[in-house]
């Protein structure tokens, strides 16, 4: 597209989380006119993009869907890189522990060798004595997928927020969107104020999805994550450059691991049975249940050698889930005017770019030319 046809356009991106940030940010770079309405701040402490850091994975276990965006995403984490000039992803390895009869485990494996992907496989011994941070057990194995590493979550949509506005992108914080209206010719925003007419809206508006009367059709179900940070005497095994991602997976779930980002702490997450539903997302529990605090340190301690197994303090977040724990990316209505890119059920930061990208051609393009055919909204309405 054209730069006069680009500045034709106006565009209302919903949501200033990643996916939202990404999507702003590619279409301002091509000219495009962006309003980016966000109801909080770009890397508030309640959505999907906080904590601190999230997982880069790239033989990871939902394989064909899944590795083909990473791929694509890669280059443009790259480019945010180098046109912010902020370091946003360090390659440091992934390491999944657990029993090699583990679904994840094996999942894991298939996709490495299915994509041709590096990825080292070591018994239970010589992980131990390798990476002696972690308890081992000389039952399990460790897989290291040495492409994979941590993006600073918060970084992340910071400097695309940031480049959106260099661009010329407009944001709009602390600002609520209560409802869109679609139809032939555009979108009607309704926020704070008179309604705004858009030629096209990006909802990516991530656990609140669910209260968005056009979005009400998705099987959005916002969940809460639980997040929390550790300390050790000694935090020299969890930083520096050699420091892994790890994710440890127990029958009922899984315990991960990312490198300490100041020194002082490292963060843990353990998964039990799922993450729980959300009743009331404006009401998002801010503090971890009981059951879930003696599980989380049981996990922890399994774990990680050498730590407090208290955390010293815990984070409550949120992120939209779907039935089959894929994303939704296309359009809602027949005009294509208006876009969701939500739900990503806890796993689409590590590819957020390409989905930023994939929703900008949707808009200038009317497709969106990478790999997405398995995010259509429209496969809930068979």
Wanted: hydrophobic share 45%; with cysteine; net charge neutral.
């Amino acid at each position: 597209m054209n730069a006069q046809s680009a500045a034709a356009l106006r565009v209302a991106v919903i949501g200033a989380g990643v996916m939202g940030a990404m999507a702003a940010w590619r279409l301002a770079r091509r000219g495009v006119p962006v309003t980016l309405f966000e109801q909080y701040a770009p890397a508030h402490d309640r959505g999907a993009a906080g904590g601190d850091t999230r997982i880069f994975r790239v033989a990871c276990k939902e394989g064909a869907s899944h590795v083909p965006l990473i791929r694509a995403a890669l280059p443009l984490w790259r480019e945010l890189e180098a046109v912010s000039n902020r370091s946003l992803l360090n390659q440091t390895g992934v390491a999944s522990i657990g029993v090699a009869e583990h679904e994840s485990m094996r999942s894991t494996l298939a996709t490495a060798r299915a994509f041709d992907l590096p990825l080292e496989v070591l018994d239970g011994s010589e992980a131990a004595r390798r990476y002696p941070q972690f308890h081992i057990g000389k039952q399990e194995c460790l897989y290291l997928d040495p492409e994979g590493g941590v993006i600073r979550a918060d970084h992340a949509v910071l400097a695309a927020v940031a480049q959106a506005q260099a661009h010329g992108a407009e944001l709009r914080a602390g600002t609520t969107v209560q409802a869109l209206e679609p139809d032939g010719q555009g979108v009607t925003v309704h926020a704070q104020g008179a309604p705004e007419r858009y030629t096209h809206v990006i909802a990516a508006p991530g656990g609140w999805g669910s209260g968005l009367a056009a979005l009400s059709a998705q099987p959005l179900i916002p969940r809460r994550i639980a997040l929390s940070w550790f300390a050790a005497p000694d935090m020299a095994p969890f930083s520096g450059e050699r420091a892994l991602v790890m994710m440890r997976v127990f029958p009922d779930g899984y315990f991960n691991c990312f490198p300490s980002t100041d020194g002082a702490t490292l963060k843990g997450s353990c998964n039990a049975g799922g993450w729980p539903a959300v009743q009331n997302p404006d009401a998002l529990p801010r503090d971890l249940p009981a059951a879930e605090m003696v599980r989380l340190r049981i996990a922890a301690a399994q774990s990680l050698c050498g730590i407090y197994p208290d955390p010293v303090r815990t984070g409550i977040y949120m992120d939209a889930f779907t039935p089959d724990d894929e994303g939704l990316l296309g359009a809602l209505d027949p005009a294509r005017r208006l876009i969701v890119a939500c739900g990503f059920s806890g796993h689409g930061f590590k590819f957020a770019p390409a989905i930023g990208e994939a929703a900008a051609r949707l808009v200038l393009e009317g497709q969106a030319g990478l790999p997405v055919a398995h995010l259509d909204p429209t496969r809930y309405q068979h």
